[in-house]
């Protein structure tokens, strides 16, 4: 099933993350989950966003005891992956901004995958963040 992005004007169907919470789901391309990620305020959604969600949840986050949501990397080139992670902790995820501890539990989880990818971190250590911090 093609997906889009929900923010609107955006025509991107490569690379969606689709965020669930148990109660709504939310599809946004990769630079518009980063910038949902750096202040959700800077996003405007189509009149049909966000989706109303069909499962309830019931998880916690990969990297704390908090209530996690869904959220799931839908990429067209490689297997999808689905993080089980708090909204804090998916910001970070989205924003390269995890701590060394955080990114060795997601490594461990998860692997070597786009958001983990030593692009973004060189041994756990965070050198390109997004924005100010979150």
């Known amino acids: 099933m093609s997906m889009k992005c929900m923010e609107k004007d955006c025509v991107n169907e490569l690379m969606i993350i ?3 919470d148990g109660e709504d ?3 946004l391309c ?12 800077l996003i405007t959604l189509e009149g049909t966003a966000p989706q109303i969600s069909s499962s309830k ?8 005891s908090e209530a996690a949501l ?6 067209p080139f490689n297997d999808d992956i689905t993080w089980n992670l708090c909204m804090d902790h998916l910001k970070k ?3 390269h901004q995890l701590s060394i501890e955080e990114y060795k539990s997601l ?3 998860y692997g070597d995958v786009y958001l983990l990818h030593n692009d973004f971190y060189n ?6 963040p997004v924005g100010e911090g979150v």
Do not use: P
């Open 18 to 20: 689709s965020i669930n």
């Open 25 to 27: 789901r939310l599809n």
């Open 30 to 41: 990769f630079n518009h989950a980063t910038i949902f990620a750096s202040d959700e305020r």
């Open 57 to 64: 949840l019931d998880k916690t986050c990969d990297c704390c």
């Open 70 to 75: 869904e959220a799931s990397e839908l990429d």
């Open 93 to 95: 995820l989205l924003t």
């Open 107 to 109: 490594y461990n989880i």
């Open 123 to 128: 041994s756990g250590v965070v050198f390109q």
